[in-house]
């Protein structure tokens, strides 16, 4: 295997759509996410996600980056104008339509529609849930940032409302989302399931961490 | 399978490890990275992050959450001290060395020899690399913010330099990250190796993706 070595230069030196496909491969795998909306006039719009973050969980929050006049455009807008939008992971069986969402759409059309899922309305906010995802979130906007650097705006949203399978949660509050069918994004096409090397023990420095076990059965909390 | 909805409330009323495993579930997969840090007095630090996230290719930036005052005080303090720091996917063969990283360690000790992995100077930064890692990204710090809502910190840094294996490499830019041995996280301690589903072709509104063969033989453009 012979090593390889980019400099800032030669990044910048790469042709558009390479560089993107190149950058966007950088951090690692993420999150495959579909962002639910819903226009003033009714519309309901759907969005491929790949850049939700964990923020925080007291108060529970996530992030995510936009690139405004790109194709999340009409989510942007219907987030900015009803302050709330949904969060749903992409599971397996329905990859390629979730892929099929980062195309650009017409405002009036419901990617839902277009692509073959099913808007679910939510009793708690004004934007569509993906009735085949088995991980839901309901979320309120609380925050837009602009990141001057490049241009991109940082969406912060309060989590109000998570819809999931009660198989999924664990006692201590992990939910297992490689059962729950969710999967990973690298690049910017690429879509990956996973398999679970290991669940460690919280981490002490005067010990090696342990493997702790994950039974799928082992019920809920509450 | 039985559906469950959590509130705002229910989250709330979770304990807070409990929370803590919960809410970081529901972002999805998370990206399992090291990051490599040296401090004024030349000691290397290395912690554990799951919140490195794309921000944009051009400039190529990427963003991370971490909260002041924890584990990472050290990594943080010497970011801001030299302005540099690398971020080193974590491979499957060290996934529980990694974790180990999460761990409180003195601000004297390096946690490369305390769990054994081998710091691997920068011709170019003054931040080791992880050895072990077969992708090494070499930042400069371009920004730190103060996210109000709950006092963590993002931090956006440019990419200034890459290492990786040259076989991983497709002609159209994209590191096949999935080859390369790199795991995905989820909650705040679950290890997870990939299986490709598909890549997709570019999307567009009226035709659905076709799926883009990967081919690890197929080089390098330059």
Redesign the interface.
Known sequence: ????????H???A????????????????????LVGTQSTHGVHNLA?I??????????????M?M?PHTVVRDTLENIKQTGVYT?N?VH?SF??QA????????SD?SEFD?VGLTAQPSS?IAAPYVAESF?K?GLEL??I?L?E??K?E?L?G??????????H??E???????SSG???V????????????????????DI??SV?P?SASSG???
């Open positions: 295997m012979a090593k390889k070595v980019f400099s800032e030669d990044i910048k790469l042709p558009q759509r390479v560089r993107a496909n190149f950058v966007n491969s950088l951090s690692g795998f993420k999150s495959a996410n491929t790949s850049s939700a973050f964990h923020i925080g969980a007291s108060p529970p929050l996530m992030g980056i690139r969060i992971h397996h990859v390629k892929h099929h969402c980062s195309a650009r759409f017409g059309i277009a708690k991980v979130i609380e925050q940032s990141i650097l490049n991109t940082m912060i309060k989590i109000v409302e998570v819809i999931f399978h009660d198989e949660l664990l201590d509050g992990y939910l297992d989302i490689e969710s999967v990973a690298s690049g910017l096409d690429s879509y990956h399931s996973t398999k679970r090397l290991a669940r460690f023990s919280y981490a002490k420095s090696e961490p702790v994950v809920t909390k509450s």
